[in-house]
């Protein structure tokens, strides 16, 4: 066991897989001989070699074709896109190719790639830096989508995602590379150091893709999050003075539908939060679900705590973040017929 | 303060023109056939800053006094030639009345292609994969994948390789080194890339062969391969099928007038070939000058093949709508089954006694094949089970495919 921050577990994780399956290589903009922007692929090009880790042209659509092709020999490429922002060049490849291989060969040809991309606001990243795209892959059928919230869960996750034979969308909150965040600026940083998740072991282990996590057990509500929120949901609850149980869905697609639907029907209550804007977002999805398979069970409508519907704003990032305050707000609403 | 400058010209706004529409001249004046530097034929392993005249020339091998690029083929690989590309043309004639026929929903023929997708699956090899575009099913013809089972894969049957999840000609045979189809256009082209750099990682010496149609060379997927294939000197042969239309669309929307398709690999770094694309024998001799440059791990090769598309872009399509209806006439590239079959007769080596008994041998077996599909049926009469739909989402079903197939009652 070491303590790592999630820089250093989804390293760790690259680094397992490099060394334990030759048909591993990564790619992307700035992640050979610098080790990324965010440093997440640091010491990988020198200790495995430039052919295992190496810098690609600004083609977020080329690194993805690329990437399927060499799905298609026989590797699993593990390309980096350098922000969730950046992804839409290479979308028709994800959703009309990487997507749909499988299905319209027959079995034939498939793509087991994972698209590794940080994502998600809280560092003054602008419109261009801070979005939350996870909706729009998760209408997509054919493709995962695996979000992580601490350093252990990372390396578990993005090792299963890698050994998977599908396409996986990996998206890493970056707000979370280097410490816990509850939701609330202007305080000082926290590291990993002393998180239960921060212990990570060297070696290889997974954590299940499609295997939602119960943060915070409670009966009055259940709260719905993943990758930064989660955090955000641990204060919220606290400032809310409501008991509620936490889960953390991990991965989005598959969708830990059980575990979910097992919660709120012993709670009746169900608040959801997500980072992306409201309309149209993963909320909308989970909302449906839980109506469909709880709605007799429910003492109150669902809500949903969400980014406003705007594009991501500069110097408004925390009116449009959806901090605890507001889940907080969301709580004592479901509970007022209690 | 100086009063700014007026313009004496208006400007004006070019929006380029085919030479003939609907009951007009067809023309192709506006096109080089000159061969001119491609009268040589550099070694393959030649750099590239040497190669750069070649794509506005035009590799020629029939019809040529000594080409230096004739591949010197024995007869009977040219006769086998000949047989495949007749039977391909059969092929496509027989599907298209069956779709009039009501047997399928679409169909799309490569009538006055056929060299180009048949010439490289005779002459790569079994490992190599093609990435072709959908007017390519010579190459499983000549790589001899069952008819029955082409025609089952039309009809969308209970025997149909994809299991009824992908339209029509969109075929999928990795065991033939040929990858899955899409209807998207040109989105292909980087995975072609990708698989040669993974053959490559892979110390491997196998190559890919990546097709594009000359419309969809404006798609970014294009310049994207290019650019890969360029930096890391990808194992493959790219090849552009410039038929001239991208459905009613003129080659002259794809790129500006007075240059070529081919010579926009000279900013990518790799040689460009542009090729007569009817001339079997050439689109052979680049094929292999090419694939032995790759082979040789001096990266990749554009090429061009010059052709015409003289069907018309799908059973959905009719040309006359947009093209003067004789233009397939006025080709001056003529028709790839009709030149090399007056080669070998000039040869001696055929004759239209054996064509024609050629024709009748090969439309015995098409009959066949498409007798034994419709035993086992047509489009709607004859289907996979509904359950089907619900395979190869994922590798393993999630449960909303498991609900939802329930909820079916499959």
């Known amino acids: 066991m070491a303590t790592m921050n999630m820089i250093q577990a989804i390293n760790s994780a690259l680094d397992v897989k490099l060394t334990d399956d030759p048909d591993t290589l990564i790619f992307g903009e700035d992640v050979g001989y610098f080790g990324g922007v965010f440093r997440v692929t640091d010491g990988l090009a020198k200790k495995h070699g430039l052919k295992r880790c190496f810098d690609t042209p600004i083609s977020e659509g080329g690194i993805i074709a690329t990437a399927i092709g060499m799905g298609a020999y026989g590797l699993r490429p593990i390309p980096e896109i350098q922000f969730a922002d950046y992804i839409l060049p290479a979308f028709d490849q994800l959703v009309s190719e990487a997507a749909r291989l499988r299905y319209r060969s027959g079995g034939d040809f498939w793509a087991p790639i994972t698209v590794r991309s940080p994502y998600g606001g809280g560092i003054f990243g602008g419109q261009t830096h801070s979005q939350s795209p996870e909706a729009i892959f998760a209408h997509i059928t054919g493709l995962k989508t695996v979000i992580p919230s601490t350093p252990y869960d990372a390396k578990g996750l993005l090792i299963a995602a890698i050994e998977d034979d599908d396409p996986v969308i990996f998206l890493e909150p970056k707000r979370l590379y280097n410490g816990p965040f509850d939701g609330r600026p202007g305080q000082a940083l926290k590291t990993w150091e002393g998180h239960p998740a921060a212990d990570v072991p060297e070696g290889h282990y997974t954590v299940p893709l499609g295997k939602a996590a119960v943060v915070r057990d409670g009966q009055e509500a259940t709260v719905l999050a993943y990758g930064t929120m989660v955090h955000v949901a641990l204060a919220g609850i606290a400032e809310s003075g409501v008991d509620a149980e936490l889960i953390d869905l991990r991965s989005i697609v598959p969708l830990d539908i059980e575990t979910i639907t097992a919660s709120v029907a012993k709670t009746g209550r169900c608040v959801i939060l997500h980072e992306a804007s409201r309309f149209g977002g993963f909320g909308g999805e989970l909302a449906a679900l839980l109506q469909e398979r709880c709605f007799w069970a429910l003492k109150s409508p669902i809500e949903r705590v969400a980014g406003w519907d705007t594009p991501y704003p500069h110097a408004f990032e925390w009116d449009y973040f959806p901090g605890p305050g507001r889940l907080a707000k969301a709580l004592a609403r479901v509970m007022e017929n209690a | ?410």
């Open chain 2, 1 to 410: 303060m100086a009063e700014p400058q007026t313009s004496s010209h208006r400007l004006e706004l070019h929006i380029p023109e085919p030479a003939a529409r609907p009951g007009g001249t067809a023309s192709f004046d506006h096109i080089s056939f000159a061969i001119g530097a491609a009268a040589r034929k550099p070694a393959p392993l030649a750099p590239e800053a040497e190669l750069r005249e070649l794509p506005f020339g035009l590799i020629r091998v029939m019809g040529t006094e000594n080409s230096a690029w004739d591949p010197q083929l024995p007869p009977e690989t040219m006769r086998q030639a000949l047989r495949i590309m007749l039977q391909t043309r059969l092929f496509e004639d027989r599907m298209f009345r069956a779709h009039r026929q009501g047997k399928t929903s679409f169909f799309m023929k490569s009538t006055g292609e056929e060299a180009i997708g048949i010439a490289p699956a005779m002459l790569l090899g079994a490992g190599d994969m093609c990435f072709p575009t959908y007017r390519m099913q010579g190459w499983l013809i000549a790589r001899g994948y069952p008819l029955e089972m082409m025609i089952n894969q039309i009809y969308s049957n209970a025997k149909d390789p994809l299991a009824g999840r992908q339209l029509p000609i969109l075929y999928s045979a990795r065991d033939y080194g040929f990858y899955s189809l899409s209807g998207n256009v040109g989105s292909r082209f980087g995975h072609a890339v990708g698989w040669a750099m993974a053959s490559a990682y892979k110390g491997d010496d196998k190559i890919a062969l990546g097709f594009i149609g000359e419309g969809s060379t404006a798609e970014g997927d294009f310049h994207e391969a290019l650019t890969f294939a360029g930096v890391y000197r990808a194992p493959a042969i790219l090849a552009i099928n410039n038929n001239q239309w991208a459905i009613s669309t003129f080659a002259g929307i794809a790129t500006a007038d007075g240059t070529t398709f081919a010579s926009k690999a000279i900013a990518y770094g790799i040689p460009g070939l542009r090729v007569d694309g009817n001339d079997f024998l050439a689109v052979w001799a680049a094929t292999q000058w090419a694939a032995e440059r790759a082979r040789a791990n001096l990266g990749a090769t554009l090429i061009e093949f010059l052709t015409y598309r003289a069907s018309g872009h799908s059973t959905s399509d009719d040309p006359t709508k947009y093209r003067p209806a004789d233009e397939a006439a006025h080709w001056p590239l003529g028709d790839p089954i009709e030149r090399l079959k007056a080669h070998l007769i000039q040869l001696g080596e055929w004759s239209e006694e054996r064509h024609a008994q050629a024709g009748a041998e090969l439309t015995e077996q098409l009959r066949s094949a498409q007798r034994a599909a419709e035993e086992v049926g047509t489009l709607g009469q004859s289907k996979p089970s509904v359950a089907e739909m619900f395979n190869c989402v994922f590798k393993e079903p999630d449960w909303r495919v498991i609900e939802q197939r329930r909820e079916l009652g499959v």
